[in-house]
């Protein structure tokens, strides 16, 4: 498969006050027309910043990002020209991203219109996809504040869907919905990635639902991807530890498979990335030279690739047990 | 023994076509040292619920019914003593951390200012009460924090220092709108642990507003589920989870990720969320509901009580069969 979006080499650095905090550190990723990858890591780890470094909205990004065969260049939201407006994002924060002074219908139309469709057609476009996020039609006349948190949500899916982008990057895109909702709202991703062949990064901490609708999946750890190939292989052999632990913190609704694995402490500081093998602090199966030595990113038997002193490279994943 | 008890609330807000109620007829009671969970449809009045206990309605907002609070009746209270009950007696947390802090002052001035705002104390005592405040919360390196911004935290440590602003006066109520959406497993499963021990060592009462049902399942002894406004289940949430009665409930369960296998396409439940204001007659879910009988479209919903303990508002009850729910 052709990829529609490759990143190469990318990386990030926010300045806070007098620290350089590397957010993301160079990492490669790609996905294809008709093809979903899945994002995940713990919050602060990086996807936010490396999803809207993609999307060509950061000041000091470093590196390659190849959309639709041209190269996206850093240039603000408001300029960029009718190709790169077929690349997507929607926004995790549903708040800081609507516009709370003007009307949700006028939000949602502005894409449309910049098309060059008339006001009354782009309008109309709008109520038709609230409705197929499952809100009502005459939310377009209304404004942000009047709604929960979930229907903002939606509104903000609703507006990177007025496009009819070719690519969507979507950062936590349900994580406020109810399961339902949540249903509703992955299916209407799913049917657009496979009616129109579009292509989707799947942002979320929610790994069950990566895990059903995403054909691969890139794990992150403090700025890198430590892990990333085919959902299914993942899952039933995870060769990176961080991704086992990833894993095995998922609460179930049966409460039973509740194991709150300890990961000693939050993602460290990214302005002070651990030497050696970033996860080396909280790693359980740290060796004494992960402290020092970076592992390389190395591609197994099966196709995925890891960065993991454990792991060998061109070897079957190694089953790990912690 | 019984901290709060709601009865009837109704929350009626204005929107653009007049005024509607976004919550109806609500009632429930939380035991001291309970964690109670409210889940359901987005936009089912969970937020309203709790703002209502908290006397933060939207502007025009209006809550009729009873609010009672260890004994004090909080509906048509006074803004004076809301003030007082707000954040001392009951406090609240939400998805955003920095709803609750500001983001340019240090955790020190916040979190001292806040006790000297409810309690007399020194600074000196403040200070001391802060520290062992982070210390609860589990911040590493308490003294350092003190110094820090918010914004020098991770997702994960800003919740664990508003639940720390949240404990500063000892409520005996912590509700906690949707505490973990916006965090991680790992970070989440710490913040869980961190609520439930609070409740064991301080009997603290909480109410958790979320949509995620392993939370739910993991964290709390009692769940409401909601929709349009209204509970349609309540009950011991094991019991709840692992056999629903209600056919919404039913529904959100059959959507999670791991249930039912058909490809990538997960099952939602059909139709639309109802639009406030425009809720429909007899039982609201009927006209998304696949065991509805004409009975179910006017009227209010039966209220069937199961054990003594469980309950549900369904006229037909579908579920009630022998075997139980056999899935
Ligand atoms: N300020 C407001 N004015 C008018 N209507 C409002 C206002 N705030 C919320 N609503 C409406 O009230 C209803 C209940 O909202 P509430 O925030 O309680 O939902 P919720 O159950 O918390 O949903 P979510 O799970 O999405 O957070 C929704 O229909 C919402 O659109
Ligand atoms: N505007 C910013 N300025 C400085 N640091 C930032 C900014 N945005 C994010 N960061 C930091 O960059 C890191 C990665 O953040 P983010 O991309 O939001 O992670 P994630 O989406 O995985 O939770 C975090 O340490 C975060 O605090
Ligand atoms: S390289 Fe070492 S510290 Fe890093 S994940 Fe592998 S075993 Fe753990
Ligand atoms: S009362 Fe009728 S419509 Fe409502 S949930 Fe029960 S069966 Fe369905
Ligand atoms: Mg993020
Ligand atoms: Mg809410």
């Known amino acids: 498969m052709k990829p529609i979006v490759e990143v190469n080499n990318l990386s990030v650095e926010y300045t806070r006050g007098d620290q350089k905090v590397g957010a993301v550190a160079g990492v490669d990723l790609h996905v294809g027309a008709g093809e979903i990858l899945g994002l995940v890591g713990e919050s602060g780890c990086g996807k936010s910043t490396l999803g809207k470094a993609i999307v060509g909205i950061l000041q000091g990004a470093d590196g390659e990002v190849n959309f639709d065969g041209q190269q996206v260049s850093k240039i603000g939201r408001g300029q960029r020209d009718a190709h790169f407006r077929n690349l997507q994002m929607i926004f995790q924060d549903p708040y800081g991203s609507l516009n709370p002074r003007r009307k949700i219908g006028d939000q949602i139309a502005d894409g449309p219109r910049i098309g060059g469709i008339s006001k009354s057609e782009a309008l109309e476009k709008a109520a038709s996809l609230l409705e197929r996020v499952g809100l009502p039609r005459n939310a ?141 602090p909280r790693c359980p199966l740290a060796q004494g030279e992960c402290a020092s030595r970076e592992p390389l990113h190395v591609s197994l038997s099966d196709g995925r690739k890891v960065s993991c002193i454990l792991q060998e490279a061109g070897s079957a994943p190694k089953t790990l047990t912690f | 023994m019984t901290l709060l008890s709601v ?200 109410i958790v507003i979320t949509h995620d049902l392993g939370v739910l399942s993991a964290l709390t002894n009692r769940l409401m589920i909601m929709y349009a406004g209204a509970e349609v289940e309540s009950g011991p949430t094991s019991q709840v989870l692992t056999r629903p009665r209600h056919p919404y409930t039913q529904g959100l369960i059959d959507a999670l990720p791991d249930s039912g296998a058909n490809g990538k396409r997960l099952i939602a439940i059909e139709g639309m969320p109802p639009e406030l204001g425009k809720f429909p007659t007899g039982c609201a879910f009927h006209t998304r509901c696949s065991f509805a009988r004409s009975e179910c479209k006017s009227g209010t919903p039966n209220k069937v009580d199961i054990d003594g303990i469980r309950r549900i508002f369904c006229t037909v009850d579908p579920f009630d069969t022998p075997a139980g729910v056999n899935r």
């Open chain 1, 140 to 280: 377009v006349e209304r404004y942000p504040h009047q709604f929960s948190g979930g229907q903002r949500q939606r509104i903000a899916i609703a507006r990177a869907l007025a496009i009819s982008p070719k690519v969507i990057i979507a950062d936590e895109p349900i994580s406020a919905l109810d399961t339902s909702s949540q249903a509703a709202v992955a299916n209407l991703l799913v049917n657009l990635v496979e009616e129109f062949q579009m292509g989707l990064i799947f942002i979320s901490h929610d790994l069950s639902i990566v895990r059903r609708i995403s054909d691969r999946v890139a794990v992150m750890y403090l700025g890198k991807i430590v892990e990333t190939g085919k959902t299914e292989e993942i899952w039933n052999s995870p060769a990176h530890p961080y991704t086992k632990a990833l894993m095995s913190a998922i609460p179930h609704a049966d409460g039973k498979a509740f194991i709150p694995l300890d990961l000693p402490g939050d993602v460290p500081n990214p302005a002070y990335p651990p030497s050696g093998c970033r996860f080396h």
């Open chain 2, 7 to 206: 009865r009837n609330l109704t929350v009626t807000l204005m929107t653009a076509s007049g005024p509607a109620d976004a919550v109806r007829n609500l009632s429930f009671d939380i035991e001291r040292g309970q964690i109670l969970g409210i889940a359901g449809e987005s936009g089912s009045g969970k937020t309203m619920t709790a703002l209502s206990i908290m006397g933060l309605l939207p502007y025009k907002g209006k809550a009729s019914g009873s609010i009672n609070f260890d004994g004090e009746e909080l509906v048509g209270f006074k803004p004076k003593d809301l003030r007082r009950v707000r954040g001392k007696d009951v406090a609240m947390i939400f998805q955003d951390p920095m709803t609750s802090l500001h983001p340019m002052l240090t955790i020190e001035t916040q979190l001292t200012e806040h006790l000297r705002h409810h309690r007399k104390v020194s600074k000196g005592e403040a200070r001391a009460r802060a520290l062992e405040l982070l210390d609860t919360v589990k911040i590493p390196d308490p003294k350092t924090a003190l110094k820090a911004h918010p914004s020098q935290f991770s997702g994960g440590m800003r919740q664990r220092i508003a639940i720390a602003m949240a404990l500063a006066c000892q409520p005996k109520l912590l509700i906690a709108d949707e505490p973990t959406t916006a965090l991680d497993v790992t970070v989440q499963a710490g913040i869980l642990k961190l609520l439930d021990e609070l409740r064991k060592s301080q009997n603290l009462s909480v």
